[in-house]
Structures are given as structure tokens and as C-alpha cells.
């Protein structure tokens, strides 16, 4: 059976290292934090200038002073500490958030990353903090459907979308597989109600398993 | 030189016809709403507004952009569910737009605050957003020369600033805040409150007098 | 990643032969002695020491160069009153020496931890210091181009720090502790004392954790 | 008369604007700060980190995390504010500081600033923030005798010494007379002690009356 997207954010939580610092992405990635235990210790970050962010809250609960980069109300936890937004983007420039979880349109089987513009001519871009944290987290994981409502795949040779990052994405969790990708190519880690060979089949990139 | 303190509407005569004003906030979270509402009624325009966002709903910048002030925004996201204001000028060729990633954002006007005369910064490197940048490539990295962004004058919101000009912020309101206080020649603060001087715990002032030009006091 | 608690001489274990390992402090204030006696005692040679002066009286960074461990120095200011260490070795020609403006010294740091490539400085143009390196006129002003400066460790003295390793200085001992935090691989930080996680004021939070790997703490 | 190191001291501290933020450099200029009258609210910077700073206090008060770039222990005055070496020196070259003062061993007519190394072959060089200083404040001023012992004028055609920053400084105090510098050149504003001719005859720099 392939993965609800419950059963993916639990994924991907309990792939996060134990007490490492870690974005969030707005939209799906954002949900992994429900599932992250409060022992393992992992510190949340939030671009708009925060470290040790907690929950997101209903709106009757909301202090808008405190919000997450969705701009959504969330709590502040013990040993949390805020900063400017040119600390924030050089906390995640230097490199030193371990993972980066983003959402996407594209990533390629080099581990670019398209994510901010489909590239329709008549979109309004918006960016935010997509690149900064594509060129700043020690590993940027990207948690994404496989393949479009139109059936096209995600995972592509090269991304037609604009681009956010080169090179950047270390690994892709989707509802029917997760792929590392690094010097090796693309590599399946677990497939979920799909085979190998199904999968390999509908991608038109080169796997090879784990 | 010393911190004035005085209204809304005097601390926005500040603002010229042409002018780039640096806005503070995140959505909502310190954002001046009021000094922009005086900003609008101040009537300055041609304004290039440098802010993460390009307003939203009817009211603050929006209501500003709406008013035909702006000539031109730099930002890092102008497009959300409520930012129909500009949507529309935009659509309409009304308006010009600069997308800058936000980090890029913040480190040009912090290198602007800063004196730094320009820096190579690895973010959106081989996107479109640097295209027709000068790259380079440094210890098998590449890299983009970003230039700094100056104002001319920035309106922030704050805390509590002491009657000096020392200011501290509240939580994540206070993002954009310190580092457009330094790259302005006029900082304007709106805060809830001023304080007495001696007041704050000099080890806990986020920016320092030095950056403020005027305080505004607006309770909340 | 989390931060570990441990004794000085455990701490220091993670500088190796040939490290370039920043030293927090100015003059006295910030400098984290007691860590650089268990670095002595630990033995690492062929090191880079990046600080502001190059040691003071006999203890400290002095007793370290005496030990005959620094290839280099880079600092702002080796000559003092009582830096008759490194003076005599200076002059012997057993050291090197790089002499870095104060303010290029801490920007260079700060690009190291920001992920900055390289940033064009106006400091120095045109002086002897600058000899040699790029240079761009930018509106008019001479820059210098300037690149980061990166520890492997740095061994900074803070005021307090939680269990987590968010950190508080004290006065104008912050100095570079701060920046050095951010500019190498691993930081180890000196803290009068460690408190329970929640027990510091999240506003007033100078080194967030994410910056600190290991504490040690030396009740003053 | 020519003017004595306090009436100097005096003489600067008089001519600094009310409310400015100022650094005093190490060595005479940090006597200044003796004769700034408190409702002046002029504000001191010191490079390690701190405005607000008050007076230098003997060994026996002393609080050595509480030090100017002198190193001396110092007092900290209401509405301080403490900050890392990096912040400090964004405010100094951002241009922020409204007058520095400095010693200096030369000073050019162009404004060209000497005064951290003599250039001698065995000087162990030690720059300190002295170079960032003469860039960064909006006014330069040097306050030094306007001759060597040895009788050799300091204020010169061009700097023999190593520079530390060129066409930075705005004005020269000295115990004989006190000079503008700019687009005009270099213009005698006060003598003491002394005529303007003969102050002329024993320059090589060409003088003009402010």
C-alpha cells in the first residue's frame, strides 16, 4: 500500500537524527513536527527568526507576534531563542542546520530542486526562503507526491521547472518510495505497495536499491 | 544624533517623492501599520518599497500600493491568498517587481548597514532570479555578487524602546527589524511603549539607540 | 546536533595537529583560559590561532606559544605591553604572523559562519595591509576584497549557557565569542554556569545552541 | 600660549556635537571623555562592544569583563547596549559613528591618516581597529602635538609612515592650532600661542584662514 500523507510525515520524523536542528517547509513538510518525539530532542527552526519553535495553534490561541514562516501562530518551547532575519539566513547559509525538509515540483536525478515557479508565464514569482535553505542545510530532504494529478513523475532527468538549488537534494520521500541520491544516482531506499521494477519502469531515471 | 520622539504623521515627513522605504514585518508580525497609514496620508510617492511581502488584504501596504504610491517593490514573496492589490497592479503593468530570495534580502540590507561594498553568495546560484549576476566560483563553489540595498528611510515596529532610542522586539515580530534599522539614513521605530532611559538590560537591547532616528509610540 | 557537557580536558580533545583553532577574547576579558591550559596539557601542535592579540603576560595564549604549538597567528594586534612571548618568538622568526584590521578580522569570521564566499571590505584600501589583494572601486569607493575565515574549533568564555547550549555573555567580554561560535566545525564554550533548558530569556539568547557543541563549565 | 594636553582635551570635547556617538581612540583621546558634559548625551563607543560607556576607573574598581579597546576597566552608563565584535564593526564601517577621534604620527593635506606603524623594518605591526576607524566614522578627527620631539611637522605634504586610510580625516587638533581638511584644502581654524604665518613658515603644506 502506498503511504497516506500521515503515514509519510511519520516517515520522514523518524528519519530526522536525534537532537538535530531542522526547517520545516511550509504546506506538508510542516506537518512532520506532529510526529517528532518530544525525546528525541530535535530543535526547530524557522526562517522568520526562531530556534526551539513549537506547535502550530488554533487562531483563538494565536500570539501574532509568534508565528512560523506560513505565518501561522505556533508556541515557543523551553530553550528557544530569536534572531533577526540576517542571523536566521546566515544560520541557514552557513550551513548549519542539518535538514532542510521542502516540498516540490521537480527534482532531478542529480538532486537539483524546483520547487518556487512553475514557470507559467503569467505566475507572479515568489521565492521566500526556498533558496537559502537549498544552498544552506547540511541535507535537504524533499517530501513530495511521485507523480503529478496528471500522472507525470516528479522525479525527472532533468527539471523543466525553474530552478531553486543545484544539486542540492540528498533525499526524496513520496507516498510510493524513498530515493537517496548522491554520488551513487538515484537509489531506493523502501518502497511502499509498488515494486523495484514497477517503479523503475515509470521513472525515467536510473535506480539502483540501497 | 538624538532620538526624536514624536507622531506618526511627523515621523513620516521624513519620506520624499522617489524615495526607497524599507517596511518591517513578516505578514503581520511587525509590521508598522500605523506609520504606514501616515505614510498614506503623508501623500509621498514614486516610493520604491523594499519589504518580504507585497501586502495584504486592504489595509497597511496593501492600502498603500492601492493608493498609486509605489513604483516599484523588492521583495522576497508577493504572492499570497490575500495579496490581491498588488496581484492587480502587477497584472495591469503597474507596478515593477524585484523577487529577491529572503536571506538575500536581509544580507544586502545588512551589508548596506554594514559598509560592505557587495559579497558572493551561494544562494540561487544557477537560477533565474540571478540571472545576468557576476558568478564566481570560490573553493569549487559558485557563488553570486549581490550589491546592498540602502533606504533612504525605514519604518519598523519594535517592542519597547527606551527614551534613547534602544529598542527590543517581541518574538518572532522581530525579523526585518534590526537589520533595516541600520541601512536607512532615517530609522523610524513604532513601538508600545517608551521606557525611561536606564530601563532596558543593556545586554538584552536588540538594536542599539545609535540606529534610531525617531520613536513612535503606539499602544497595543 | 546536541550539545555535550564535559570536563575542559575532554573538550579541548577535539583540536588536532595542524588545526586552526579561534580563541575568544579581548585581552582578558572573554578569553577562555581555562580551556587553552587543557589545550597545552592535550598537546596539539603546528596550529593556526586566530584571536585578537597574541597573548598577554605567561599564562593563557602566551604559555601556548611558549609550548612552541602556533605556526601562525592571525590577530589584529600581537603587540602589547606584556606580549613578550610572542614578540621573542616573532622576531626569532618561529611564527608567523597575518595582521588583520580588528573589524576585517570579525567580518571575515562572520562571512566563515554565514556562508558568505568573499566580501568586498573598504577597510585597509590603499594601506599595506591590503597589498596584493583584489581590489574594486564600487560608487565611487575603493573595496578590497576580503574571504571568510574558518575555525576547525573555537574555544570561547561565555557568562551562562542552558543545558541545550544557548548562550549569554557578560558585558564587553562577548567580544568575538559570538562570531567565532559561528565560524568553526566545532565550538566549545567556557560558561560560569549551566542552567536548567528554559531558565534563559529566549529574547536575550546571543549564541543560539545550533552554534554551541560542547560546555564546559568553570564557576568564576 | 600653545595649549596643554587637558585644554586640548577640552578643546575637542567642547567642539563635539550634542548627542553625537563617538569613539575615542586609545591613548590621549580617551582623556575626552573627562570633559563631555553629561547634558551634551554624547553617546561613547567602544570597538570591543559597547555604547554607553563611562569613565575609565582604577584597578581596584575594576569589573575586567567591563573594558575599553584600551583595555582599561570602564563604567557602563544607563541606556547601554552590548554587542559582538562583528555588530560592532558593521557600526563603525556602516558609517554610523558621527566623529572619531584618533592620535595620529602624520597627517596629510589630502587627508591621508598614519598612526599604526612606523614603518620602522623590526616593528612588530599591530593595526587593532585603527584602519576600520578612519573608513567607517562620518568625521576623522587626529589630535596630536603637530610636531615630533625631534621638531618634525606631522601634518605633511604626503605620509612617509604606512597609511591607515586615505583622505579620512576631517580635522587636526593639536596643542598649536586646529585644521579643517576638505575640498578647500587645509584651512587654519583656531591658533594658540602662535601666528598664522609663522604656523605657515614651519608647514610644508599650503594653509588657508577658514
Known amino acids: 500500500m502506498s503511504l497516506d500523507k500521515e503515514e509519510l510525515a511519520r516517515l520522514v520524523a523518524g528519519d530526522i537524527p536525534p537532537g538535530a536542528y531542522v526547517n520545516l517547509g511550509i504546506g506538508q513538510p510542516t506537518t512532520i513536527a506532529r510526529f517528532l518525539e518530544p525525546e528525541s530532542c530535535v530543535v526547530l527552526h524557522t526562517e522568520n527568526g526562531m530556534l526551539g519553535m513549537g506547535d502550530v495553534v488554533p487562531a483563538d490561541e494565536a500570539d501574532w507576534d509568534l508565528t512560523n514562516a506560513g505565518k501561522q501562530p505556533v508556541t515557543e518551547l523551553p530553550g528557544a531563542a530569536y534572531f533577526h532575519h540576517a542571523d536566521s539566513f546566515a544560520m541557514m547559509r552557513g550551513g548549519h542546520l542539518d535538514v532542510?525538509?521542502?516540498?516540490?515540483?521537480?527534482?532531478?536525478?542529480?538532486?537539483?530542486?524546483?520547487?518556487?515557479?512553475?514557470?507559467?508565464?503569467?505566475?507572479?514569482?515568489?521565492?521566500?526562503g526556498a533558496m537559502d535553505l537549498a544552498v544552506g542545510a547540511k541535507e535537504v530532504w524533499?517530501?513530495?507526491?511521485?507523480?503529478?494529478?496528471?500522472?507525470?513523475?516528479?522525479?525527472?532527468?532533468?527539471?523543466?521547472?525553474?530552478?531553486?538549488?543545484k544539486a542540492c537534494v540528498t533525499r526524496v520521500y513520496t507516498e510510493l518510495a524513498t530515493f537517496h541520491l548522491g554520488p551513487s544516482g538515484v537509489q531506493v531506499a523502501q518502497t511502499f505497495g509498488i515494486t523495484f521494477d514497477e517503479l523503475a519502469s515509470r521513472l525515467d531515471v536510473p535506480l539502483s536499491k540501497v | 544624533m538624538r532620538t526624536t520622539i514624536t507622531d506618526a504623521r511627523e515621523a513620516v515627513a521624513a519620506v520624499k517623492d522617489g524615495d526607497t522605504v524599507l517596511v518591517g514585518g513578516f505578514g503581520m508580525a511587525g509590521m508598522p501599520v500605523e506609520l504606514i497609514d501616515a505614510l498614506i496620508e503623508h501623500g509621498a510617492g514614486d516610493l520604491t518599497i523594499v519589504s518580504n511581502n507585497a501586502g495584504n488584504g486592504d489595509t497597511g501596504l496593501a492600502a498603500l500600493l492601492a493608493a498609486g504610491r509605489v513604483r516599484k517593490m523588492i521583495c522576497s514573496f508577493p504572492r499570497q491568498t490575500d495579496s490581491w492589490v498588488f496581484d492587480g497592479l502587477y497584472r495591469a503593468g503597474k507596478i515593477e517587481l524585484e523577487v529577491v530570495p529572503q536571506g538575500n534580502l536581509a544580507e544586502r540590507m545588512r551589508a548596506a548597514g554594514a559598509g560592505i561594498g557587495a559579497f558572493f553568495c551561494p544562494t540561487g546560484a544557477g537560477t533565474m532570479l540571478t540571472e545576468g549576476k557576476e558568478t564566481r566560483v570560490?573553493?569549487?563553489?559558485?557563488?553570486?555578487?549581490?550589491?546592498?540595498?540602502?533606504?533612504?528611510?525605514?519604518?519598523?515596529?519594535a517592542h519597547v524602546a527606551d527614551r534613547l532610542g534602544n529598542l527590543v522586539y517581541r518574538k518572532t515580530a522581530r525579523n526585518f527589524g534590526p537589520v533595516m534599522a541600520t541601512a536607512a539614513t532615517v530609522t523610524v521605530a513604532q513601538v508600545s511603549s517608551i521606557v525611561e532611559i536606564g530601563s532596558l538590560d543593556p545586554e538584552c537591547v536588540v538594536t542599539p539607540s545609535i540606529y534610531v532616528n525617531t520613536l513612535v509610540e503606539v499602544p497595543r
Chains 1, 4 share one sequence.
Request: aromatic share 8%.
Open chain 1, 100 to 128: 532542510c525538509v521542502m516540498g516540490a515540483f521537480q527534482v532531478s536525478a542529480a538532486g537539483d530542486l524546483a520547487n518556487w515557479h512553475t514557470g507559467a508565464p503569467d505566475a507572479i514569482p515568489a521565492v521566500g
Open chain 1, 142 to 165: 524533499v517530501m513530495m507526491t511521485l507523480f503529478t494529478k496528471q500522472g507525470q513523475a516528479k522525479l525527472v532527468p532533468e527539471c523543466t521547472y525553474p530552478l531553486t538549488g
Open chain 2, 138 to 157: 570560490i573553493d569549487g563553489r559558485e557563488y553570486v555578487l549581490e550589491y546592498p540595498i540602502h533606504g533612504d528611510v525605514a519604518l519598523i515596529r
